[in-house]
């Protein structure tokens, strides 16, 4: 995939932001507030980590962030525009152009082969076949897997799981990666290693990160971490990991 120059354009609107964000989840006549009025902004090229216990919230902001579900009160910005008039369908659209997403679980198709899976959401948005076939070669080689593009998830480690979610993330050159406990199914070794690769993206493509985690050790890879408790964020250290990749 040809990119744009690596250095982050000044000026532009934020990536993603909130303003005021709530939600709360209703139980018969109980009520959990999931976030309690977030403003969080991320601009291009940004390399995010929020950590956070369970139960703290973060992935219900991952999930809005994502634009797979509806704020009670507040509102989510993808890159400068308002999503909360868009239709389900325009939603879905938004997705396809301009999120990549990457989950603990891989999500990846069984009966797929690692091509064919970080293919699939170019066959969504209809891209023609040669120039699918040269964003996934592209993608496979960046994250190591261009001698396994032929075997399926069964037949691939869980670490080489993972890479072929990020290259599927990444594919549709999304202005957004959200990733959600990347690290969770993976050992401390594998987890660094998929760690790494992520920031190597970041920087190489300049496409903003935000990684939600149990896990204080993935904040050691953060330009910025931020901590959320109780639905609340509390800004933390920005800092740059030691061990990212060369």
Known sequence: MEQEDARCQQGEAATVETKGLKKVYRFGHEEVQALRGVDFKVDRGDFTVINGPSGSGKTTLLNLLACI???TEGEVRIDGQN???????????????????????FNLIPVLSAFENAEYPLLLARVG?????????S??????????????????SGGQRQRVAVARALVS???????????????????????????????????????????????????RAVR?????????DARVASATAS
Do not use: W
Not at 176 to 204: G, I
């Open 69 to 71: 579900d509806r704020p």
């Open 83 to 105: 999503t909360a008039s868009l239709s389900e369908g325009e939603l879905a659209a938004l997705r396809r152009q301009k999120i990549g997403l990457i989950f603990q679980t």
């Open 129 to 137: 076949r040669a120039e699918r076939k040269r964003r996934v070669a």
């Open 139 to 156: 993608l496979l080689e960046a994250v190591g897997l261009a001698d396994l593009s032929r075997r399926r998830p069964d037949d691939l």
């Open 173 to 223: 050159d999304p202005k957004l990666v959200l990733a959600d406990e990347p690290t969770a199914n993976l050992d401390s070794d594998t987890a660094r290693q998929v760690m790494e690769l992520l920031r190597r993206l970041n920087e190489d493509r300049c496409v903003a990160f935000v990684v939600v985690t149990h896990d204080p050790a993935v904040a050691g890879y953060a330009r």
């Open 228 to 236: 959320i408790h109780d639905g609340r964020l509390l800004e933390g």
